[in-house]
């Protein structure tokens, strides 16, 4: 019979979030969620200042640490300073990230490294400094906010595409690695949601007028969808929570119809490919 007092299951239970980006988007959702199931939050951010509301609404469950992910000795400062304060950190929430558009000619050298250093190398950065701890404990959880376009592309995003692209074949990979040491992975790919991601987030490469009816056209829809996205933030992170710690839960959750309906193109596109050449692929055997 267990005669420990409920508020000391309460407290074990309680788990305890990192999440980077908290302030805004999808990761403000998810410091919501997470509040909202009695959780404690570690906001990783670049300005702490921006939720400064945020912990005065929320004593002692939220704390903040300043993060560019971009940078390797603040995320090395942030998970010692976040483990040093709490003991465990039990959930990793990698969501830092902005949208780029422009064709692969416009986009630049410095932009395509700068985009894979905050959405791939940042990610993967934290997963290496965090999994040590949750190693040591047998237990944990890694959600890798990728996109829709983590598994296919259109005009205009090869550059965004190519970073979330790398973030979910490394966390295929994790995923196969942590599985067996008590350690969950959940690849996340949204569609379009009510962010900033197509307003002030966005970033944009200089236009070369030979690309206007491609890329052109996609600058165009992006920015036309600004506040009119389909996708609930909040819904989102709470089905992203739903999914924690269960035993059935898949590697990739795509999220929002858009994304279900432009996945299945993509792998309708890849098996069409594969039956159609299938024969001249089989010919390269050696005899």
Not at 163 to 183: F, R, Y
Not at 243 to 271: F, N, S
Request: aromatic residues 4%; negative net charge; proline residues 4%.
């Amino acid at each position: 019979m267990n005669d420990r007092p409920k508020a000391e299951t309460a407290a074990r239970t309680t788990r305890r979030w990192f999440i980077t980006g908290a302030n805004s988007g999808l990761g403000a959702s998810f410091t919501r969620a997470a509040l909202r199931a009695g959780d404690t939050v570690i906001a990783a951010v670049r300005r702490p200042e921006t939720v400064a509301r945020l912990v005065e609404e929320h004593p002692g469950r939220v704390s903040v640490v300043r993060l560019d992910v971009a940078d390797p000795e603040q995320c090395r400062q942030a998970v010692h300073q976040a483990l040093a304060d709490g003991g465990q950190i039990d959930v990793l929430v990698n969501n830092a990230g902005y949208g780029l558009v422009g064709a692969v000619e416009e986009t630049t050298e410095e932009e395509l490294r700068d985009g894979f250093e905050v959405m791939f190398f940042g990610a993967m950065r934290l997963v290496r400094l965090l999994l040590p701890h949750m190693r040591r404990r047998g237990s944990g959880a890694i959600v890798q906010v990728s996109s829709m376009g983590g598994l296919m592309t259109f005009p205009g995003n090869g550059a965004y595409c190519a970073a979330k692209g790398a973030l979910e074949q490394a966390s295929e990979a994790l995923a196969a690695e942590v599985e067996p040491l008590g350690i969950q992975v959940l690849i996340v790919e949204p569609g379009a949601f009510r962010t900033e991601f197509a307003g002030p987030a966005l970033l944009a490469s200089a236009e070369i007028d030979d690309y206007a009816k491609t890329v052109g056209a996609v600058r165009a829809r992006l920015a036309a969808a600004d506040g009119t996205q389909p996708g609930d933030p909040d819904k989102a992170a709470a089905a992203v929570v739903s999914l924690l710690g269960r035993h059935d839960a898949p590697l990739r959750l795509a999220l929002g119809a858009d994304a279900v309906q432009a996945i299945r193109a993509k792998l309708a596109a890849v098996t069409a490919d594969l039956d159609r050449t299938a024969e001249l692929s089989h010919s390269t055997a050696i005899d």
